[in-house]
């Protein structure tokens, strides 16, 4: 119900704010300059998470430029609002390509608004850096992941989680707001978790609306769940702001992280900055970076960012680094090739590897999708993770999960002469699920 | 030392992790060694009768944690402090579980340290004398995870049974409650003939009833531990009883403890009920919250002001605002933080209410889809200036110490924070129909509403009345903004999750009606909470929404409709 209403009151807000706000940074007289479109909302529900985003990619673009910008031009960002509103999406990202004529866009940050996005940027043969965790089930040809796929977050904190460090949990709450990550992701923990020998009764599924605030029933069903003697884990893909009155709700009713663990997937530096964290201390969080991670690359990043936002405080998270990632991995294959084109790029990205804000190397896989460590992290009182477990090596990002039937036989190669995102092994041909 | 038997099932699942799976980066051979020895060490602890360790044995342990390279290497050396019997090794795994254990890079020599500023206070792990400080740069602290928590948590349970704090004791008793262990019972026995508090001797009659189930003591021991969490009643109880019942032969014993589970569901599907109801009327607070102010400016003044969610969300950032000032500037008054910004609340959405009827709304009098389109406009300006002002993201608004936590009532578990809402809520609700019925301003407020030409023929000054009128609708929103934020998000979005919600209260209870406010807020939020455990939140929502269609399609001015021939007007 909320959720309708605020798609009506986005729209509202698009009409009345698009206006006023959608501006392209100014134009640097008599020299021409390569674009780079940043499509993040500004506006609306989703302004809490993605307006970062577009701090990050402005400071990304100002840094190359320090560096002499790229194939000899300086690089401009074009900065569009899509105010939360999905279909907008669509709209602001054919007006980058088409009148702005952008090299690349950086942007979206639910499945919604990449979902909405991928037919222009197919029809336009443009590309898209997305650079947020997200549920899989898809590889398209102009559009690069650089968040991370299911088996690159949700299994290894399931795994995690399964093991003696993590408490040999038996039971399972999967409990998430009710749209299509959520549930994709809890479909193919499911399934992973039976996999693994877990009774069906001893898994709960729960969905909740958008913005959910009243957590007390479901509160006290994880409660009563997790009292039948065995050691009973929630993973959390509960979205944006229905997490601070669900982790306030826990702590109010007892629920300790000794007792009850939740891992939450959604949940970075930036939410829990409006969050007491005392009573959270314990709860777990799986990216593939932290800003407390230990490494030059990081204390060089972060006294960068908060320079140039002016911000000491400024915190740092899993996505910003995706970012962080996705445009140095374009630079390098823009340089490979030499052009900027769709098709150059594409060609050119599979295989380039950059370094990563966690001490390693990140490498653009044929999948469209990169090589990541997984992390753990404990909630610590001053709202920061800490590194609790992490995996030895890279994961490289699985786009067709293998624990779902009708996706096990599929991959995606990017490369000639395959050149397709749904390969089916099974019957050898190209095609199938997930054609958009 | 056959007495371990019982504790098999727990080894087993130890040994039978091994199967290598691929977190593991220490070698699984090593870790079974390691639980096995902890568990060796554990059992001889509770053997062992409390003893005194030489202080140079204790510190030679604790310099171990300095290095310690694992999770698994600090689990062991966690069982050989608690090994040692010593209560004065409980400072320190204290400080360990809070995570303020450090040592020093120099010289690898454990302390407890405390924060302050850039700078680490130092302290001796055992006495707590002051060790002097050191820069963040100079120490390490020693990580922690849930796994260490719960071994620090057990094995302080057993070091504290015998402490002179009787709150420690008690905790002592719930830790061993929930954690059965058979070798603990010898303990516990000694420790009830000690006990004079009566509470904590229940708590730890509990404890030796848990441990006698998992215990292979004879039958009619069992049937009396059975009795006795029977007598206490609750899910604890039951999953004790539960996992004994899978276990235990066919036979008295067995019968005894499907009775007594049977027995505890029953009473449990009770309490269940009125948590249910509690939950309803703690949600029906929220929703009377957030509707009352509406109940005055579309209620009673028939505005249709889409921009009520925001004086709610102008009202709790003045909390944040406020308590930001306090933390800053005084400290002390912390707890006063609601207090103070109640008020403010008020006046700050007051006056931006008013302004907004004297800029706007005046004008568009008797048009209301103007009037809707005007002030959803006025929510989005109101919106993104406080985004552009406090930035996107949630802020901070604390809890004050006494709306922290909670408290049980029989089986029926009750937090602070909703407890002070239904309050609050039901306060706020008094004064405003105080203010409406007792005091000449409510007069009059009523007497334009009914008859504006007759009450300005009286010589009220109606235009002023109306201001005054949205102005209070606006400070009551306002104020609802202040305890809203002890529970939900402080953002911009706030007032849009609750826009919705209450014109549906006002509209269901009846417009114009505060009593109807009221009835409807708290009905709809116990028929919320009934059809959630069954229908799930997403589904639940949906069929209230569509039996308040139902009833409106049967009633169309809601519960109690305002009668008389001004309504028809």
Redesign the interface.
Known sequence: ??GN??TY?NF??AA??TASMSFSAPAIAQEETIKVGILHS??G?M??SE??LKDTMLFLIDEQNKKGGLLGKKLEAVVVDPASDWPLFAEKARELIEKDKVAAVFGCWTSVSRKSVLPVFDELNSLLFYPVQYEGEESQRNVFYTGAAPNQQAI?AV??L???????VERWVLAGT?YVYPQTTNKILQAYLESKGVAKEDIMV????F????W???V??I??FG???KKTAVVSTING?AN??FY??L????IK??DI?VVAFSVGE??L????TA?L??HLTAWNYFQSVDTPENTDFIAKWQEYTKNPKRVTNDPMEAHVIGFNMWVKAVEKAGATDADAVIDSIIGVSVPNLSGGFSTMMPNHHITKPVLIG?I??DGQM?T??Q??GLVVGDEWSDYLPDSKDLIADWRAPLSCGNFNVATGKCGGKGIN | MNKSVPNCPRLS??AS?SDG?????WSTTW?DVF?ILFFAMALIFHFSPPAQADEAALRTIIAKFATAKN??ATVQIVGELAATGDPSVERSLTALSN?ELYFRKADASVFIGKEQGQAILLADPLNGDGAGEAAKAEVTKI?V???L??TI?DALGGLTLSSADPAARLAAARTMFKTPNAATIEALDAAILNEAVASVKKQLEQARASAVLVSDLPASEKLAAISVLKARGD??A???L??FATGAEDGAVKEATEGAIAGITGTLAIWNAA??VW?GV??GS?LLLAAIGLAITFGVMGVINMAHGEMVMLGAYTTFVVQNVIRTSFPGLFDWSLAIALPLAFLVAGAVGLAIERGIIRFLYGRPLETLLAT??VS?IL??AV?TIF??????V??PSWM???FEIGQL?I????LWIVVFSLGVFAILLYVMKRTPWGLQMRAVTQNRRMASSMGIRTPWVDALTFALGSGIAGIAGVALSQ???????LG??Y??DSFMVVVFGGVGNLWGTLVGAFSLGILN?FL??YA???LG??LV?VLIILFIQKRPRGLFALKGRAVEA
Do not use: C
Not at chain 1, 211 to 214: C, E, I, K, L, M
Not at chain 2, 21 to 25: I, L, N, T, Y
Not at chain 2, 415 to 418: G, K, S, V
Not at chain 2, 487 to 493: G, H, K, T, W
């Open positions: 119900m909320r209403f605020s009151t509202m807000a009345a704010i500004l506006s529900t302004a809490i307006t970062t290894p795994e995690y399964m093991s003696e460090d993590g408490g040999s009710d729960n969905y909740t609306p913005g959910h605030s009243d007390q029933t479901i006290t069903d409660k009563n009292s039948a003697g702001d601070v009155p306030k709700e702590g109010n009713q007892g992280a000794e663990p930036e939410e900055a409006g969050l007491d009573p201390v314990g404990e610590q009182a800490e609790v477990w995996t030895s | 699942r130890i992790s799976r691929s977190v593991e980066h870790r639980a999770f698994q995570g990580k995870n849930n796994t928590r719960r948590r899910r604890d039951l999953s004790l539960t996992a948590q249910n939950y703690s949600l929220v959803w406009g989005l919106q993104q985004r930035g996107p993201t949630n802020r901070e604390g809890n922290s936590g909670g578990a937090t602070w924070n909703r529970i939900d998000n402080v953002s911009p979005n849009q999750g826009i919705i909470k959630e455990p799930g939140a997403v929502k949906i929404l």
